[in-house]
């Protein structure tokens, strides 16, 4: 059976910087009816290309495309909001496998006292494994991530939420976007895209300037909040198929799929000569 990341293959191997994604961004950026006269306008009229389509200098093989990409990224949406978890399910899982959260304390009594267990879950099966390959790894850093590869330098633009083997020289990191809250999610939502879009990008062109790869993931949870902002929940479905995010983990997958991913990475990582 094929994995969500198997089938954005085909999205992937058009590479990160292809303005194939800006179509897609402008796509996203139209509100409902728009969307669709926007697909019927770039349909050819009587053998010659329509206005918009020579507007945005668009191939009729791109529109093509296009429309392939809304299909499957409309299934990966479903795939991926049928995952997200309710904070008691998460905390449910937590607790069948003896693993400690904390809580984000606030001072306003009426606002929800968010648990940590995403962030508890990632970490703890991430030490597991790490230890198990006898390797390093660096969980709720508090200080930026630096490489420092073939001459080029660079410093995450943020702190991250996980790093291994360390802070120096990281060949995995990933970013975690839970978000528990009983009201509806608000701008926070995009920020967080907002935020791994940046990370991302600058990784990929640190991989280019100084020839290495990091594993980017990135992890997302809360039913309530995220269903209210599918939109946004679905920038993070274009992040993983452009290939800013190597893997992107929604609810119950981090249950599923964490612990196989990390050790697939470290497993290559150690085949490697030299190691990383």
Partial sequence: MKTDIDKSARWRKLGWSSPFWELVRFYCSLRGNEQKKFLLDLKTKGGSPSATLTLLGLSPESIETLTDYIQYRTERLASAISNLRSEEEALAYCKAG??????????????????????????????????????????SPQRRCVWNRSGHLHVSVRNLDGAVPGLQNPFIIWEIKEYWGKTSGGSKMSDAVY?????GKEIRDCEQRASIKIFHAV???????????????????DLESQGLIDHLFVGRDVETQ?????????????????NP
């Fill in 195 to 199: 935020e791994c879009h940046l990370v």
């Fill in 258 to 274: 964490w612990e196989k991913v990390l050790k697939t990475v470290l497993k290559e990582a150690a085949a490697k000569k030299p």
């Fill in 219 to 237: 992890f997302v949870d809360g039913r309530e909040q995220w269903l209210s902002r599918k939109s946004d929940l679905a920038r993070f479905l």
């Fill in 98 to 139: 003896n693993i400690s959260w904390v809580v984000t304390k606030t001072k306003s009594r009426d606002h929800h006292q968010s648990s940590r267990c995403m962030i508890a879950t990632v970490s703890h099966i991430a030490g597991e494994v790490c230890s198990s390959f006898k390797i390093g790894f660096e969980i």
